[in-house]
């Protein structure tokens, strides 16, 4: 198969597979969206969504979450970890928000990226979901599996950005991301993987990984 003839294996088997597709994280607005996003490093989705209500019930928006000491926050927040560095992000660009954006969460990567604890990725989150604009977030799920599937060298994660956003069509990006990432949690996953049940990695899957993954079963 020809790279352009996996994309295309890729993106039918994942259109197939979630023609919807599920938000991971549970939210209301871009400023839900992005406390929730921010919650989520090194943290599991379930986890973040069950904590998240209870957060947001004492402040949905950054004028309530001002009234919060980081203290409280980091109490309400401690179940997902890191909780101190988590806490004073929230607290911090929430009053940012109010001081340079009305309150607003920012519609640009540049002003995403200045706010406190806001890296590329959750920026890239809040621009693709929030605001319906084109972007590749890639997390852990999405690198390995580039790297699978012969897409990418699995060097780093902007590398594996960069290859992402040039193999695969500009207006599918923003359900890519998210098809990738449902895909890699239920079929391949970096552990207890059955290669069986994969049905991308078994058809275009790199061959040192197969190879691998063969050898390990034997074992």
Excluded: C
């Excluded at 980091?74 to 660009?93: C, E, N, Q």
């Amino acid at each position: 198969m020809t790279k352009n003839e996996k994309v295309e294996f890729v993106i039918k088997t994942l259109n197939n597979l979630y023609p919807e597709i599920p938000i991971p994280l549970e939210h209301k607005d871009p400023f839900t969206l992005l406390i929730a996003v921010l919650m989520s490093a090194q943290s599991t989705d379930i986890r973040v969504n069950q904590i998240t209500p209870l957060l947001f019930e004492k402040a949905d928006n950054p004028y309530d979450m001002v009234k919060l000491t980081v203290e409280e926050i980091r109490d309400i927040i401690k179940p997902v970890g890191l909780s101190p560095m988590k806490s004073k992000g929230i607290h911090g660009l929430s009053k940012i928000l109010i001081e340079k954006h009305h309150g607003e969460v920012p519609q640009s990567f540049e002003a995403l990226e200045a706010l406190p604890a806001v890296g590329h990725k959750t920026a890239s989150v809040v621009m693709s979901q929030a605001f319906g604009v084109p972007a590749f977030p890639v997390d852990t799920h999405i690198h390995r599996l580039m790297y699978r599937w012969t897409l990418s060298n699995g060097k780093n994660v902007v590398q594996t950005e960069k290859d992402a956003k040039r193999l695969f069509p500009r207006e599918l990006w923003n359900d890519l991301h998210l098809q990738i990432i449902w895909y890699g949690r239920e079929y391949s996953p970096a552990r207890g993987w059955d290669l069986e049940k994969d049905i991308i990695t078994k058809t275009i899957g790199r061959q040192a990984v197969l190879n691998e993954y063969r050898k390990l079963k034997k074992s």
